[in-house]
């Protein structure tokens, strides 16, 4: 238990205890000077306003002493009140000791519950002065004045109310500092939900463009077909006057040619619904994108002090990410529009080649 000098009083828990010691006389009694310092032999058992032992006081802490003199010996307790728990309650402790006066000198030993065992002091006028020991292991002097147990109760209530004090301020702080907390995380989510908004409108930019590439595939692969069934065509054309037995075979590879265009179309139609997916996530991401950079703007009005580890994103990153993906949707409904056209030429002219080719088996039988 550590003791320290000062008038100062911080927090505590109430305690009241009358410990009442035996014999005659009064504390108040003893010598004003200190050549004639005594220390009364006996005293008795006093109500609660009456002197009947010594009590000090310093920053957090108080004590009260009580003892009867027998000779040179003394026997008696000692009442301990200290701030604890960062000043937000009070320990008490009453320990016994043994004691022996000789001259002013006083010596107390017992099994304190603070350190050391033995306390050392001096008489001085009506008072005691006992060297206590402090938290750098160096001792201060206390000095004991005459007092009354409601006397050293008053102690110990001022340190409860300090305690009691110190607990709102704490509990204060703690509030505070989870309001602070609340608004800093409520900027952290706003900031990772624009970041979110932001990459998914880049990786929907990033997939309509594969999208149109996909379908650009399938509209060459068409292209591929048609021109593979105009060159059967010409080879129905040619057996049709060389070789008649093999026009309607000829015919029949311009019609399969025709049959691997339509697949491809499958295909086309296929791969522009998985992209029309894409647009609508897409989308989806710019319209995120416009409530979440609101909710960052009014997040960081609430919490102007607070910036997060990876800084709060620029307006300019904001628009400019937002005017790319908006570009895209109508860039590549104006792709799948021109592809959709090609695509039906195509088809067209692959519906003509199988009309031809059918006409000249017709006309080889």
Request: net charge negative.
């Given at each position: 238990m550590a003791w320290q000098r000062g008038n100062r009083l911080v927090l505590g828990l109430s305690i009241s205890v009358v410990l009442a010691a035996c014999g005659g006389g009064s504390a108040s009694t003893a010598g004003s000077s200190k050549s004639s310092a005594t220390i009364p032999t006996t005293t008795t058992l006093q109500v609660e306003n009456q002197v009947t032992g010594y009590a000090a006081t310093?920053?957090?802490?108080?004590?009260?002493?009580?003892?009867?003199?027998?000779?040179?010996?003394?026997?008696?307790?000692?009442?301990?009140?200290?701030?604890?728990?960062?000043?937000?309650?009070?320990?008490?402790?009453?320990?016994?000791?043994?004691?022996?006066?000789?001259?002013?000198?006083?010596?107390?030993?017992?099994?304190?519950?603070?350190?050391?065992?033995?306390?050392?002091?001096?008489?001085?006028?009506?008072?005691?002065?006992?060297?206590?020991?402090?938290?750098?292991?160096?001792?201060?002097?206390?000095?004991?004045q005459p007092s009354t147990v409601a006397k050293y109760d008053a102690y110990v209530a001022t340190l409860q109310e300090d305690a009691a004090t110190q607990t709102q301020i704490n509990n204060a702080q703690a509030a505070a500092a989870a309001a602070q907390q609340q608004l800093n995380n409520q900027v952290d989510a706003a900031v990772q939900a624009v970041n979110n908004?932001?990459?998914?409108?880049?990786?929907?930019?990033?997939?309509?463009?594969?999208?149109?590439?996909?379908?650009?595939?399938?509209?060459s692969a068409i292209q591929s077909d048609l021109n593979t069934a105009n060159q059967d065509l010409q080879q129905t054309r040619g057996d049709a006057t060389a070789n008649p037995s093999n026009t309607c075979l000829d015919a029949g590879n311009v019609q399969n040619d025709f049959r691997n265009e339509q697949n491809d179309q499958n295909n086309f139609n296929s791969d522009l619904s998985n992209a029309q997916n894409d647009v609508g996530n897409l989308q989806t991401a710019l319209s995120a994108l416009t409530n979440d950079w609101s909710g960052v703007v009014s997040a960081e009005r609430a919490d102007p002090s607070y910036m997060p580890v990876n800084g709060l994103p620029g307006q300019s990153d904001e628009v400019s990410i937002s005017q790319a993906g908006a570009a895209a949707i109508p860039q590549f409904k104006s792709s799948v529009s021109s592809d959709q056209q090609t695509i039906s030429n195509l088809l067209s002219q692959g519906q003509s080649d199988v009309s031809q080719a059918n006409q000249l088996c017709t006309q080889s039988g």
């Open positions: 310093g920053n957090g802490w108080a004590m009260f002493l009580q003892f009867t003199k027998v000779g040179h010996q003394l026997d008696g307790t000692i009442q301990s009140a200290q701030l604890t728990s960062g000043g937000t309650s009070v320990s008490s402790n009453t320990d016994s000791f043994t004691g022996t006066v000789a001259g002013q000198n006083v010596t107390l030993s017992g099994g304190f519950s603070f350190d050391p065992n033995s306390i050392s002091g001096t008489i001085v006028g009506s008072s005691i002065d006992l060297d206590l020991p402090g938290q750098n292991g160096q001792l201060y002097p206390a000095q004991f908004d932001e990459s998914n409108i880049s990786s929907g930019v990033s997939s309509l463009q594969g999208d149109a590439s996909y379908l650009a595939e399938d509209v």
